[in-house]
């Protein structure tokens, strides 16, 4: 099913990012809650402008922890269906936005979560999904996901059936 790699490491390496994923959660999550403490000291002393930069930073890091927690979601999914992934010969639609939104993100965290660059490999069921899945434009890849990784700070997106778009 995945061209060069084999079941039991793509399945140990699934494994080893879920775990990954719980530590960078637990990481972003302290780290956020110190800065909460500084944003206090910045208002006390005056400097506002240093404080709203400091929030935006939390508010960027929980999106971030919020799409860890998906992708950990996702990760859990596939090994709970591994058996059945296994035996298939076409993506099961149960778990085509999970394989997706993986194979999309994996780039994206790759300098965090080094395991990932095994799921990242193309799928040999679907050879179409080596472009678009590593483009915005599918429609397959979780959506929550995609504002999570969004760098811009208005998060102006818009959905419908046939397109996504989103700001430059």
Request: charged letters at 30%.
């Amino acid at each position: 099913m995945f061209k060069g790699t084999s079941f039991a490491k793509l399945k140990s390496n699934l494994k080893l990012s879920i775990s990954r994923f719980k530590l960078l959660e637990k990481k972003k999550t302290e780290q956020a809650t110190k800065a909460r403490k500084d944003i206090a000291d910045y208002i006390s002393g005056g400097k506002d402008d240093r404080a709203r930069i400091r929030v935006e930073h939390i508010i960027r890091e929980d999106y971030i922890v919020e799409a860890y927690e998906m992708l950990e979601m996702y990760c859990d999914l596939l090994l709970a269906r591994f058996g059945l992934i296994e035996k298939m010969k076409e993506l099961d639609p149960g778990i085509e936005e999970a394989v997706a939104t993986l194979i999309w993100a994996a780039p994206r965290i790759y300098s965090d979560v080094p395991e990932m660059k095994v799921v990242r490999i193309a799928p040999t069921w679907r050879p179409t999904w080596t472009t678009p899945t590593r483009s915005v434009a599918t429609i397959i890849v979780s959506f929550r996901l995609l504002i999570s990784f969004c760098t811009n700070t208005e998060k102006s997106f818009s959905r419908n059936a046939a397109t996504m778009s989103m700001p430059t």
